[in-house]
């Protein structure tokens, strides 16, 4: 079974902190990464794609990716009350369709 | 540039009943995916078309259905509505089937 396992949280951390949400995945020929952002009641919304093994920046947010560990992760620096929500971990495979975890609940507490 | 835009936003249909969901990808997006997400867990694969073509099908049943239009819209069909059909569905555009893909506001399906 191809998955995509993420903890449900919810993470807390305090306002200005790093908040580290990680995730793993289970088929070896997964070539695409990507993380989304998920308000209540709202869609998802893209924040950042990685392909390649290693760490991506973009503003406060860093992907990072290990394929030999099947581990992706997304930093959040300086966090915010308004980075409060769910974040969605996909993965795409060679079958072209993305495949979701669960799910990880931020909540940054001013 | 409008994003991806879903029509209608939030139904309500009995069960047994017909629905059809629209969907209008990005101008230049030629890839078409449907998803479903069930309060509390992440969106679900259904069909994602290429090029007017299904390229790939997730494990639900065959009263689903859907179709790419030659302007790149879509519509996902979904027949002899059950209770359980009760989610979000998602639609997301990209520019080729394993690019980055962009979704649409969802339509809430509510069934009775």
């Known amino acids: 079974q191809k998955e995509v396992e993420q903890n449900s949280g919810p993470l807390s951390v305090p306002e200005g902190a790093i908040a580290s949400l990680n995730c793993t995945y289970s088929d070896r020929v997964s070539q695409s990464f990507f993380w989304y952002r998920q308000y209540s009641g709202k869609s998802p919304e893209l924040i950042m794609s990685i392909y390649s093994n290693g760490d991506k920046e973009d503003g406060r947010f860093t992907a990072q990716l290990n394929k030999a560990s099947q581990y992706v992760s997304l930093l959040i620096r300086d966090s915010q009350p308004s980075d409060s929500a769910t974040y969605l971990c996909a993965v795409n495979n060679a079958g072209n369709m993305l495949t979701f975890g669960g799910g990880t609940r931020l909540m940054v507490k001013p | 540039d409008a994003g991806v835009t879903q029509s209608p936003t939030h139904l309500i249909k009995t069960r047994g009943q017909h629905v059809t969901l629209r969907c209008s990808p990005i101008s230049g997006h030629k890839s078409v995916s449907w998803y479903q997400q069930v309060l509390g867990q992440g969106p679900q694969f259904i069909f994602q078309?290429?090029?007017?073509?299904?390229?790939g099908r997730g494990n639900f049943p065959d009263r689903f259905s859907a179709r790419q239009f030659p302007n790149y819209s879509s519509e996902l069909n979904v027949n002899a509505l059950l209770l359980g059909d009760s989610a979000l569905y998602l639609c997301?555009?990209?520019?080729?089937?394993?690019?980055?893909?962009?979704f649409g506001q969802g339509t809430r399906l509510t069934v009775v």
């Open positions: 078309y290429y090029e007017k073509e299904e390229r």
């Open positions: 997301a555009s990209s520019f080729f089937p394993h690019t980055e893909a962009f």
